[in-house]
């Protein structure tokens, strides 16, 4: 195959302990540590090793964000993707605008594979990959534990609730990368560097056609509610006791 | 008048419970009529499952050889076909839901409420983001159709005693032959389900290894327990990954959980955000999961179950 597309998105790092903003108009964003998805860098690690293995040509990283988001994009350059492209806006994209953009971009590009991550750990939405496979007509497997190319189709191991599913899908096709489908690699300082000359294009959302206007209105934005606070039992049988009273042994 | 289509799960026999959680959801929803839609090779079994359940108006059935598995892109085109008329499509926030709604509300032109969690109006839901840690209330427009995950930890199962029609309905869609189904890999076992289990057992990477793991299971037998694990235990191979609880995992609310050498990483408390009752056991006084524990003891997990697993049988 040509090419990969993979989706990276920049969020909130998941070691930051989130907290809401007082007037409940969202959560705060400024001075918070920023990293691409986890799940976007197990799907860029995917399409590496594809390209790695001789099965793919070229492997290209994009994002939709803010101008900061170059900077997620350079750790994908340095991870190894051959180019950038970020669309830009101040704006936050709902999924379906998000899979719009992606649309635009995969027609442009037409790539055999599209891999994104299954969510990103700040919306949690979960939809980008099936909205995408669907605006483009094309298969999706979402969850993807293992991946093996087998020249115009792929088998797809997916991990759902009841364990472990594989499906067979025509190329080109949309991906969404789980947990365990692999680790991905640290970045090394020569790479860092090799990456800031690696092509970055930058192009403005208006140039893709798709609107930012969201479909659905954020009313309130609030904490959620704390837990009542427990008690700390020193042995085995006060745990028991304990339990014994709430009826729960 | 809400009409709300509500997307069924299942492997062909059983309607899955998160099915019941899901018509919970809708129910809240002020003046719904409620349709199930069972898809299916042979939906008579489950459609009789779901006309049962309380406040379901009508099961719609749609039987067809291609629907034998839940493949989205095979199911989606039919689902639009059928949401023609209703309000809301709604569908549980499980792996099956997450796969096919998604789908569905973009070949519909509509934006995604993910893992409802409460029912504010008919067009409005509250969700969580940020592994939990932000609750959003999104308001979806009127006059488009609102698609919907539920997440199933948030409601109760509907409640049986119904006696819905069912009706079959014929789909004139075309469904792709791109995609193609190959096996899945139940782990069959008589314990209870994870998703729906009144008591759950939990152990993480302190369990060392896959044998001492079978202390986890050895005492979730013994309380008729479901078995869990955190993502540490899982990747570390103590446990199979249908295991898994938390962001990422499932999303569960039993009665009891009981967590065994777990720190608590958020993105493992927001999967038991909403169990009754909590109870930690870890040696590090400092864990975080003690902050969300109802019930904490601070010791070694190694001596901890077998003691509990004596006192239990007395
Ligand atoms: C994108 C993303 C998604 C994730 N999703 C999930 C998810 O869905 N679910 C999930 O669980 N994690 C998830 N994680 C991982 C999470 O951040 C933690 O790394 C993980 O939960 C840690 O697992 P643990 O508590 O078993 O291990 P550790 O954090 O290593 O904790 C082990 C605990 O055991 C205690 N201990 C050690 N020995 C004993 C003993 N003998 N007796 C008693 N206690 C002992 C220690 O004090 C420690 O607190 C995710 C991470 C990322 C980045």
Redesign the interface.
Same mark, same amino acid.
């Given at each position: 195959m040509r090419k990969i597309l993979v989706g990276v998105k920049r969020v909130v790092d998941y070691n930051v302990r989130v907290r809401v903003k007082p007037d409940g108009s969202g959560v705060v964003t400024d001075g918070v540590k920023m990293s691409v998805n986890p799940f976007d860098e197990i799907a860029l690690e995917e399409a590496l090793r594809i390209k790695e293995r001789g099965e793919a040509g070229e492997v290209i990283a994009v994002s939709v964000g803010p101008d900061d988001a170059q900077q997620q994009l350079r750790t994908a350059l340095a991870m190894g993707a051959d180019r950038a492209i970020l669309v830009k806006t101040n704006e936050v994209l709902e999924p379906l605008a998000a899979a719009r953009v992606l649309l635009a971009i995969v027609q442009k590009e037409n790539p055999d594979l599209v891999i994104v991550g299954k969510q990103a750990i700040d919306d949690d939405a979960a939809q980008t990959a099936p909205m995408l496979a669907a605006l483009w007509d094309r298969p999706q497997a979402t969850f993807c534990s293992k991946i093996e190319i087998k020249g115009g189709s792929a088998t797809v191991v997916r991990e759902v609730d009841a364990g472990l599913e594989t499906i067979e899908v025509d190329l080109p096709a949309v991906f969404s990368a789980d947990l365990r489908l692999n680790e991905p690699r640290y970045v090394k300082l020569p790479d860092i560097m090799k990456a800031k000359k690696k092509p970055l294009d930058v192009l403005e959302l208006a140039a893709t056609g798709v609107s930012a206007a969201p479909g659905l209105k954020p009313v309130l934005t609030e904490p959620p509610k704390p837990r009542s606070k427990g008690i700390i039992v020193k042995d085995v049988a006060e745990l028991v006791d304990a339990l014994k009273k709430k009826g729960l042994v | 008048m809400s009409k709300i289509l509500v997307i069924a799960e299942h492997?062909g026999q059983k309607l899955n419970q998160a099915t019941a959680r899901c018509v919970s959801c809708a129910r809240q929803v002020p003046d719904a009529a409620i349709t199930v839609a069972v898809l299916a090779a042979d939906p008579a079994a489950v459609a009789a499952q779901a006309a049962q359940l309380a406040g379901v108006t009508e099961v719609v059935t749609v039987a067809a050889a291609h629907n034998a598995h839940a @493949?989205?892109?095979v199911l989606?085109p039919q689902v639009v076909k059928l949401a023609a008329g209703y309000t809301h499509v709604l569908a549980a926030s499980?792996?099956?839901g !997450?796969?096919?709604?998604?789908?569905?509300?973009? @070949?519909l032109? &509509?934006?995604?409420?993910?893992?409802a969690m409460a029912v504010v109006g008919a067009y409005?839901f509250k969700r969580?983001?940020?592994?939990?840690?932000? %609750? &959003?209330?999104?308001?979806? $427009?009127a006059d +488009?159709v609102l698609v919907a995950t539920v997440r199933s930890a948030s409601f109760e199962a509907a409640p049986g005693g119904g006696s819905a029609p069912v009706r079959a309905v014929a789909i004139e869609a075309s469904v $792709?032959a791109?995609?193609?189904? &190959?096996? *899945?890999?139940?782990?069959t076992s008589d314990r209870p389900d994870l998703?729906s289990a009144a !008591?759950v057992v939990s152990g993480g990477r302190a369990l060392g290894s896959k044998e001492n793991f079978e202390l986890v299971f050895r005492l979730a037998e013994k309380?008729g327990a479901a078995v869990g694990a955190s993502?540490a235990a899982?990747?570390a191979g103590y446990a $199979?990954?249908?295991l898994q609880v938390g962001?990422?995992g +499932?999303i569960i609310a039993p009665?009891?959980y009981l967590a065994f050498g777990i720190s608590g990483a %958020?993105?493992h408390l927001t999967g038991i !955000?909403d169990a009754k009752?909590?109870?930690a056991v870890n040696k590090d006084a400092e864990a975080p999961i003690?902050e &969300?524990?109802?019930?904490? @003891?601070?010791?070694d997990l190694f001596q *901890?179950i077998p003691?509990?697993e004596k006192? @239990?049988a007395k």
């Open positions: - | 492997d @493949l989205a892109a989606a499980t792996a099956f !997450k796969d096919l709604l998604p789908r569905v509300a973009a @070949l032109g &509509v934006p995604q409420i993910s893992d409005t969580p983001t940020y592994a939990g840690n932000a %609750i &959003v209330t999104l308001e979806a $427009p +488009k $792709p791109h995609t193609r189904f &190959v096996s *899945v890999s139940a782990a998703a !008591k309380m993502r899982v990747d $199979p990954n249908e962001q990422t +499932k009665e009891l %958020i993105q !955000k009752t909590i109870v003690f &969300v524990a109802d019930i904490g @003891l601070v010791a *901890v003691e509990l006192a @239990l």
